[in-house]
């Protein structure tokens, strides 16, 4: 086996930014994952939450705002080579529609969804599809209402036929649609709307960039807003596309159902990683490690006994809130973060491992996304933007 | 190792849809409910009550649920055990039973004079006249024309240097009868890096075939016979090795998963896939580097049993480093998927599958196609009219 510039462990969104920033440097990828990753489960939009009055420990006082700006920089490289075309910046949140008609504000937004112009639009056309679970125009409509209380909605229903088969999700839906889109657009010309409407639709214009969305765009005056919507979700699967074109044009080398068992080390080198099949083990030599395997959701990290969490590769220290009081908040939806989210690997500003004492551990091994602890990433709303922007740094270092 | 018995890891599954987001059928379909509905679900229910999911069949077992699942949940196994089950109650279909018994069928054609030459027209002839498709095998494919003589046959007559290292071959049932020449270019690149070559005739099918059509008591028997013979070899300290990535992940993994045994698990760590064993023999400094360049351009299709063995692409790795630009055609599943595209009523959903390699490759950017899955071969040649070889043939090349 040839020894790799870089590995990768780990396949969602820091797994697949970490190795598409190295790879753009020139340097010879490789990357290991266990699972799919969650992109085909996200909203595809990026929250950074907030990057102004942080503890010192938090991820952001390690990965730094230059490298915030960077990777957002690099994110928008990827997505446009995908034709996914991506608004926003970090210093201004643009909101985007969910399924259930609230708003929610992130960083970065796929283009299709931003719905920042709604203030601006005259009418609001909610269109539900016949057939299609988990996406009820008329709730949506009764809470979007709230924030627009003085617009005009017209809720319409568009039958794509769709019935018959299984039960359509938002991917059936856009995978149905993918080359087939004119009867869509038919229907969308026929609600009538003017430019100065919006119709909001659940995400079903395609599956790989926006290749969907604009053969019927370009028929409709009005904007057509995409909303967020249950899993598997096309905004994710889009993005996770476009990350893989970008790796596969690079020659990154991408490899799937391996899953890391350990490391070799030398002193403070990693020198490579055991990938553990069905049968045997397998060497892979690199000269750095990227660890993104994600927390407890992902088994980047795992907790057999309370109060022991542990990260199953390399077994570094991993950092947690001691005392079971302060594990969990029992109000779910209060303004207080969850203890047990914060726990996670502890880092130096290279992103390389420390123990309590603040040692160390291995000088080429860097830790992005949800391994890194410190923060709950869920409530604070950053864990997108702590993926892309450890993951950039922890490639360009 | 028991807990990679696949009914125990239905348990993990959180329900995520990771598996559906990646599943080619459902991209292709949507008659199918998913691997997460059927696998996980409804195969931890109907052991319990009698209910048949009748979209169970349209999974093709290509096995892309499990390399996206996050949580170790052997999906297309828990599918084929499903299949079974409903194969207890309900007869099976005339080609589902000839489809599967690929072997059986081969075997007696051989003992009739001429039968292999007759059979082969006999094919073209039924095809034309729409045999096959009354047959319910989809009559716009060819069936795989049989070798004059099958590989385990012609065996005896290849030359071979004596040594004490040697290597079993498991030829699988295409090799063995349709593509004889992949196992001599095996035994050449073998005999090149100071390897004999045996063959073991008491070998029978892996069982591929026989566990996607839900035969599993004969696929188990097919099991039980070739661990026997895998253990056998293992205590002469002799590897069994396969240019075959379905029937190496059927004997690494597959059994393990079906039916559970310590001894499926233990047979299997003496089954290499070829490119992997001679990798291993790079490692330990041991292979024949002697190659003459290989100035090709090979588009690359790695089949979806080859991915799932989390072995790396060591055929990529030692084809590059004798010299050939090897390029990956990425392109997902090829949609043949063993015998499912053979059926008529899959035959349409495999194409479709497939369309997106087959545009690939029409590009013909490239000197060959290379594959290790005899079946992927056939379906992209049947895309495309362009044949692709086995990797090893390419390899074979490069030792004079």
């Known amino acids: ?397 | 190792m028991s807990d990679t018995k696949a009914i125990f890891t239905g348990d993990r599954c959180l329900s995520c849809t990771s598996c559906m987001a990646n599943c080619p059928v459902m991209a292709a379909i949507k008659d199918y409910r998913g691997p997460k509905l059927v696998g996980p679900a409804h195969g931890r229910m109907h052991f319990s009550q009698e209910d048949i999911e009748e979209s169970l069949n349209y999974c093709s077992n290509c096995k892309s649920c499990d390399r996206a699942c996050p949580s170790g949940v052997a999906i297309s196994t828990l599918n084929m055990l499903q299949r079974a089950e409903y194969y207890k109650k309900h007869e099976h279909l005339r080609s589902e039973d000839m489809l599967a018994h690929g072997e059986r069928m081969a075997n007696l054609i051989r003992k009739i004079p001429f039968g292999a030459t007759f059979s082969n027209l006999g094919m073209s002839i039924g095809k034309a006249l729409g045999v096959f498709s009354a047959l319910g095998i989809a009559g716009e494919r060819n069936m795989p024309a049989y070798a004059a003589t099958p590989f385990k046959d012609a065996f005896n007559s290849i030359k071979q240097p004596a040594s004490a290292k040697k290597v079993v071959l498991f030829t699988g049932c295409y090799i063995n009868d349709n593509e004889p020449h992949v196992g001599n270019a095996f035994v050449k690149v073998m005999n090149a890096n100071g390897y004999e070559v045996l063959i073991d005739k008491q070998f029978k099918c892996c069982g591929s075939p026989l566990v996607v059509t839900g035969y599993l008591d004969e696929a188990r028997q097919h099991a039980d016979n070739n661990i026997a013979r895998i253990l056998d070899w293992k205590q002469k300290n002799i590897p069994v090795v396969t240019p075959c990535t379905s029937c190496s992940l059927m004997l690494k993994e597959e059994y393990h998963e079906l039916f559970g045994e310590d001894k499926f698990h233990e047979a299997a760590t003496n089954v290499y896939d070829a490119f992997e064993f001679l990798e291993m023999l790079q490692e330990r400094g041991e292979f024949n580097d002697n190659l003459k360049p290989l100035n090709q351009r090979l588009l690359y299709h790695v089949p979806c049993h080859l991915k799932s063995q989390a072995i790396g692409l060591p055929a990529q790795d030692i084809l590059e480093e004798a010299g050939a630009n090897v390029n990956l055609a990425d392109s997902g599943c090829c949609g043949i998927s063993g015998n499912y595209g053979f059926r008529k009523e899959k035959y349409e959903i495999s194409m479709k599958i497939g369309a997106k390699l087959f545009a690939r490759v029409k590009q013909h950017d490239f000197d060959k196609v290379i594959c290790d899955c005899g079946t992927c071969r056939m379906q992209i040649h049947h895309g495309t009219d362009i044949k692709p070889v086995h990797p090893i043939e390419i390899l074979a090349q490069a030792y004079q």
């Not at chain 1, 595809?44 to 990965?63: C, M, R, T, V, W």
């Not at chain 1, 719905?115 to 005259?122: D, P």
């Not at chain 1, 639709?201 to 967020?228: K, M, N, Y």
């Open chain 1, 1 to 397: 086996m040839k020894t790799s510039d870089v590995i990768v462990i780990g396949g969602g969104l820091a797994g697949l930014m970490a190795a598409s920033v190295a790879a753009s440097r020139k340097q010879k990828v490789t990357v290991l994952t266990y699972g799919s990753g969650s992109l085909p489960l996200a909203s595809g939009a990026i929250d950074f939450g907030s990057l102004e009055n942080l503890p010192a420990h938090h991820p952001y006082k390690k990965i730094g705002l230059k490298a915030c700006d960077e990777a957002a920089k690099f994110f928008y490289e990827v997505t446009e080579q995908a034709n996914l075309p991506y608004v926003g910046k970090l210093s201004a949140l643009l909101p985007i529609v969910t399924a259930v008609g609230t708003l929610k504000y992130s960083a970065l937004v796929p283009e299709s969804m931003n719905a920042s112009n709604l203030a601006n639009k005259k009418k609001f056309f909610i269109v539900g599809i016949n057939g299609l679970k988990d996406f009820y125009a008329s709730m949506l409509a009764n809470n979007l209402k709230k924030y627009f209380p003085n617009k005009t909605f017209e809720i319409a229903k568009i039958d794509l036929h769709l019935l018959g088969g299984r039960d359509i999700t938002c991917m059936d839906a856009a995978q149905l649609l993918t080359d087939n889109e004119q009867p869509f657009a038919n229907e969308l010309k026929a609600l009538k709307a003017s430019k100065d409407d919006a119709i909001i639709i659940p995400p079903i214009l395609g599956v790989a960039g926006d290749f969907s969305r604009d053969v019927v765009q370009t028929q409709i005056r009005a904007q057509i807003i995409e909303t967020t919507c249950l899993p598997p979700s096309p905004p994710g699967i889009r993005l996770q596309r476009a990350f893989m074109k970008y790796l596969q044009a690079s020659g990154v080398r991408f490899f799937e159902n391996s899953k890391v068992v350990r490391g070799i080390t030398d002193g403070k080198k990693v020198t490579g990683v055991i990938v553990e099949n069905a049968v045997r083990e397998k060497i892979f030599p690199a000269r750095k490690i990227i660890l993104a395997t994600g927390g407890f959701y992902s088994g980047g990290l795992t907790m057999r006994d309370f109060d022991q969490p542990r990260e199953p590769i390399f077994d570094l220290p991993v950092f947690f809130p001691t005392g079971a009081e302060n594990w969990s908040n029992m109000q779910l939806f209060s303004d207080k973060p969850q203890g047990f989210s914060t726990t996670g690997i502890l880092t130096n500003d290279k992103l390389n491992p420390i123990d309590a004492d603040g040692n160390v551990l291995f000088d080429n091994l860097h830790v992005v996304g949800a391994n890194l602890g410190g923060c709950d990433k869920i409530f604070e709303r950053s864990a997108g933007g702590i993926a892309i922007a450890s993951a950039y740094k922890g490639a360009t270092l």
